[in-house]
Antibody, heavy 118, light 108 residues
Framework: QVQLVESGGGLVKPGGSLRLSCAAS????????MSWIRQAPGKGLEWVSY??????YYADSVKGRFTISRDNAKNSLYLQMNSLRAEDTAVYYC?????????????WGQGTLVIVSS | SYVLTQPPSVSVAPGQTARIACGGN??????VHWYQQKPGQAPVLVVY???DRASGIPERISGSNSGNTATLTISRVEAGDEADYHC???????????FGGGTKLTVL
């Protein structure tokens, strides 16, 4: 079955860096757009970044600090997070997008928690 | 930037119909997607492209979209429907994904 498993979350000091990974299985990874979406404690969902085979988009709140990438040979999605701030504290979800077009997300991984605190 | 507005909470008795609104400027011109999120769990897609039910979603859950409001309707509400519901669109003018603030559905 289609599965997404995130890893790499943890506690990091403000200004620090962290790299999240998402391992995909059960589908042809290279055929799909992929995204990172986060949820701060007790808050709603916030889109972070989206990647197709050739195009990348970022939310304004992370542009210039976060970098999304994918390795189709390894069926993996990544999020390099630099210059982390307290407001980046959240559960980060990896989600599969559509096979074409910027549509819905299905499925989502279980999430990995990032805490930015001194 | 494009904004989606949802009521923070909706309450309904078992067996009744819940309607969760998602407001946005001319949202009827966009494709709206809905997610259900239960406590401690990841979101699950329930409706995509305004009206299409995701795999495994019961027929009593439906979506509509017109004018400035999209609506998720849950008929014959059950205790198991209690969750947060989030609407989402793609805003082509900014090349951004936009989520509503989420609505907590409480089954009385």
């Amino acid at each position: 079955q289609v599965q997404l498993v995130e890893s790499g979350g943890g506690l990091v000091k403000p200004g620090g860096s962290l790299r999240l990974s998402c391992a995909a299985s059960g589908f042809t990874f290279s055929d799909y757009y992929m995204s990172w979406i986060r949820q701060a404690p007790g808050k709603g969902l916030e889109w972070v970044s989206y990647i197709s085979s050739s195009t990348i988009y970022y939310a304004d709140s992370v542009k210039g600090r976060f970098t999304i990438s994918r390795d189709n040979a390894k069926n993996s999605l990544y999020l390099q997070m630099n210059s982390l701030r307290a407001e980046d504290t959240a559960v980060y979800y990896c989600a599969r997008g559509a096979s074409s077009g910027w549509g819905w997300f299905d499925p989502w991984g279980q999430g990995t928690l990032v805490i930015v605190s001194s | 930037s494009y904004v989606l507005t949802q009521p923070p909470s909706v309450s309904v008795a078992p067996g009744q119909t819940a309607r969760i609104a998602c407001g946005g400027n001319n949202i009827g011109d966009k494709s709206v997607h809905w997610y259900q999120q239960k406590p401690g769990q990841a979101p699950v897609l329930v409706v995509y492209d305004d009206t299409d039910r995701a795999s495994g979603i019961p027929e009593r859950i439906s979506g509509s979209n017109s004018g400035n409001t999209a609506t998720l309707t849950i008929s014959r509400v059950e205790a198991g429907d209690e969750a947060d519901y989030h609407c989402q669109v793609w805003d082509s003018s900014s090349d951004h994904v936009v989520f509503g603030g989420g609505t907590k559905l409480t089954v009385l």
